[in-house]
Each structure stands twice: as structure tokens, then as C-alpha cells.
């Protein structure tokens, strides 16, 4: 039986932080290494310029630190092919062509690119490039015939609009060569991690992320700087567990689950402190994160490595990009000079 296939990834905008990592990261390592998926993993810089193109040095820069990353969690180029958008030609090709097949005002109904374009505050500014960019993201999943595609909740109005696509195309030029993908959510209540702040989503533009690179004396700092319960004043006091980020991390990365439910049961009652919270979860986080870390600095010695594992991907990917665009050309009847 033929293998599924991923495709995911990441915009460089900066370096990834543990809600990337609860969110997508792990997941994508399992799935890599369950052996049964053909996985494509893309660092999406074509996409993040739709947003920053007057910035391409902050691109640059992180799409290293990204990768690094990835190497850092567990991400092997022996099992997956880990590539860059921009390298690849045959994608903005297919995002051409799959505009003629698209509405101005079916992509402004996209509830994804609404709640982005409201989040960058463009009102009449947006840039042309970030309103196709569900088009461009239609190329990037059916150009590697993508079966499976992990997203979290907020993405699903993307591959339904990319669903639609397939569709469209199909039915036009009268052959299945585009596949439909699939979604894989995170569990409910799992696959967004809340900021340091509280706030309902870690985030880098935010400033309230706990970076997979910190190094340990600025993870404890952040972890001893985080919201709890604003009611708990004096440890005898009654505590909040529901909004308590502290305990929201606790629940996503302490494997003991016994201890985390005597520490909740504890804090309702009374009797035990913030600080004394925040220092076991400083443990917690410490020890899942030293060896993620380290990985990490090994592999910033040798980018030399980073950057042949990016080449070969491009190349991999490149490949089976440049099948698909044949393959699009034909049933459009436009290679002419076969």
C-alpha cells in the first residue's frame, strides 16, 4: 500500500517557540518516524514575504534559525524532505494558474485571511501577495499530492478553499490529477499553547514565547515571570487551576500525570505557593528542553550541514514539483512544444 503523504511547515518570521513545538512539532517527528508517510516539511519564505517583503533580511535570517530548529526536535532529512519554498519554480506556476480558477471575492471570504488582515491591521494596504496567499498554499499541498496535511483548528478554511480547487480543476480539464487532502487536528484543547501573559496564544509578535533555543537561565526567568491566579495573593488562599498557565503547561509537558493532579488539588485547596509552582514547572520544562537544546547548538556549529540538508531537500522537492506542473501543463493542453 502506497504511503501517505504530508506536506507542512512553517513561515521563517523568527525562531519557533514550545507552542510550535506542542502544536505541530512533535507531531510532525512521530509521524516522520512512524514510517508510514512520505513527509515534506517547507520553510514557507515566499509565503512570509507576502507580509514582509521590505524586510527580506529578517526572512533570511531566520529561515537558518528555523531549520536549526528543526534539526534540534528531531526532524531527520534521512526521513523527511525538508525544503524551501522559494527554490522550487514549478509552485508559483501553479499558483498562476490556479488564480484564473479563483474570485476576488471568494479569497476576501476566506475567514483565515479576514482574521489575518484584521490581526496586520492592513484595512486598504494589503498587499496583493498576501490575498492569494490560500492559493499559493493550494500549490504548495497539491504540487507533492498531498494526502495529510497537520494544521491547527484556524487553518481548516485554507484547505477547504484548496479542496475546492482540486474540485475545479478536476471537473474543468476533465482528469483527477490533483488529490483533495485531509486535515490532522491537534486533540481539542491541545494544539495551542496560551503566552506568558495568559494571553490565548504564544506568539513572537506578541513577545510572550518561550523559544526552543532559550538557554536555561532565560527559560527559568520567563517561567517565574508567568500569569496564574490573580486572586491568589497569600499561599493559604484558595487557587485557580482554569486560566492558570502555569497549569496549562504543566498539563502539556509533565508525562507524570499523578503528580500534576496532586499539585491542582493542592492549589484549590490552599497551602501551596505560586513560586513553588513555577519552580517545579522550571524542572519540568528544563529537562524536556536541555537535549533539544544542545542539539541545537551542535548543529549551529555546522551550518554548513544545515544548509546541505536545505539544498538537497529543494532538490528532492523540486523533482516532484516539476512532475506535478507537467502533469497540470498536459491536461490544460498548453505544453506546447512537446
Known amino acids: 500500500m502506497r504511503k501517505k503523504i504530508i506536506l507542512t511547515g512553517d513561515r521563517p518570521t523568527g525562531k519557533l517557540h514550545i507552542g510550535h513545538y506542542i502544536g505541530s512539532l512533535r507531531n510532525r517527528v512521530a509521524m516522520q518516524n512512524s514510517g508510514d508517510y512520505e513527509t515534506f516539511i517547507m520553510i514557507a519564505d515566499q509565503q512570509a514575504l507576502t507580509d514582509n517583503a521590505r524586510d527580506p533580511e529578517k526572512i533570511r535570517n531566520s529561515l537558518f534559525q528555523v531549520a536549526l530548529d528543526y534539526l534540534s526536535v528531531g526532524i531527520d532529512p534521512a526521513k523527511s524532505t525538508v525544503f524551501v519554498q522559494s527554490q522550487i519554480p514549478a509552485l508559483s506556476e501553479l499558483t498562476m494558474h490556479y488564480l484564473n480558477l479563483v474570485t476576488v471575492s471568494r479569497l476576501q471570504r476566506n475567514p483565515t485571511v479576514k482574521a489575518e488582515i484584521q490581526q496586520k491591521n492592513f484595512v486598504q494596504s494589503i498587499p496583493a501577495g498576501f490575498l492569494i ?54 486533540p481539542k484543547g491541545e494544539g495551542r499553547l496560551p503566552g506568558l501573559d495568559g494571553n490565548a496564544k504564544m506568539s513572537k509578535s506578541l513577545g510572550n514565547a518561550i523559544y526552543l533555543s532559550d538557554d536555561a537561565e532565560t527559560l527559568e526567568k520567563k517561567v517565574m515571570s508567568m500569569y496564574t491566579d490573580p486572586l491568589h495573593i497569600k499561599v493559604t488562599d484558595p487557587g485557580h487551576i482554569e486560566g492558570n498557565t502555569v497549569f496549562t503547561y504543566l498539563d502539556a509537558f509533565d508525562d507524570d500525570h499523578e503528580k500534576v493532579a496532586e499539585l491542582k488539588a493542592q492549589y484549590q485547596a490552599g497551602g501551596l505557593g505560586d513560586m513553588k509552582i513555577k519552580r517545579y514547572l522550571n524542572e519540568v520544562l528544563q529537562a524536556k528542553f536541555a537535549p533539544i537544546r544542545q542539539r541545537r547548538a551542535e548543529f549551529e556549529k555546522q551550518p554548513e550541514v544545515v544548509y ?18 507537467k502533469e497540470v501543463r498536459d491536461a490544460m493542453g498548453i505544453n506546447y512544444f512537446k
Open 133 to 186: 496567499y490560500p492559493v499559493s498554499q493550494a500549490a504548495d499541498i497539491t504540487a507533492f499530492k498531498a494526502t495529510t496535511v497537520p494544521v491547527g483548528d484556524d487553518q481548516e478554511p485554507m484547505l477547504e478553499q484548496t479542496r475546492e480547487i482540486v474540485r475545479t480543476f478536476n471537473h474543468v480539464y476533465g482528469q483527477d490529477i490533483l488529490v483533495e487532502p485531509e486535515g490532522v487536528f491537534p
Open 308 to 325: 546541505k540538508m536545505l539544498a538537497e531537500g529543494s532538490q528532492k522537492a523540486n523533482a516532484v514539483a516539476e512532475q506535478t506542473l
